[in-house]
């Protein structure tokens, strides 16, 4: 969709965000069953000098991993862990074969590393958050999370240069 207006932007987001799954399971009343990727594309012109430029910006909401042990998730809540649990490792596994640049990087071994592809490698620029739980009974899922988070800070992946 073309977005021009401030307004048409937050309808955009809010029918994804009523399109994303959350549950409740024994470790978080409110649990993303799903990743979400917001793509944006936006195009500039410099009005006095007629330069133009384009870019993409992704905002990615990744669900966290889960261990299916502390949840208790069954059926479908079962089957959604293990997809969370399988395309985050399958982004970790793209994030070490770009720290340690490798000739194949396994972009394509999950839909969620494959839609990033452009934004993890090559010529761009990734910034991460990482959210944990203040609470005691959640360090190890936070401990985790972390060392996830240092991982990728490890990753160097060059520096983004403007295309001509």
């Known amino acids: 969709a073309v977005v021009s207006t401030q307004s048409t932007g937050h309808q955009l987001l809010h029918k994804a965000n009523k399109n994303r799954t959350v549950a409740a399971t024994k470790c978080n009343e409110r649990s993303s069953r799903s990743h979400s990727v917001f793509r944006l594309k ?3 012109r410099n009005t006095k000098n007629g330069d133009s430029c384009t870019g993409n910006l992704n905002l990615v909401d ?4 889960e ?4 949840s208790g998730s069954t059926g479908q809540r079962l089957k959604e862990a293990q997809a969370i649990n399988t395309s985050l490792s399958e982004l970790g596994n793209v ?9 194949h990087i396994p972009y394509r071994n999950s839909k969620l590393t494959y839609l990033l592809c452009n934004s993890l490698g090559g010529n761009s620029k990734t910034l991460m958050f990482v959210n944990v739980s203040p609470l005691d009974k959640h360090t190890a899922e936070s401990i985790n999370s972390l060392r996830f988070a240092s991982k990728v800070n490890r990753c160097d992946i060059g520096t983004a240069k403007k295309n001509k």
Not at 67 to 70: G, T
């Open 62 to 65: 990744l669900a966290g991993s």
């Open 42 to 44: 936006i195009d500039g």
């Open 67 to 70: 261990r299916v042990a502390h």
């Open 95 to 103: 994030i070490m074969a770009l720290n340690e640049k490798k000739t």
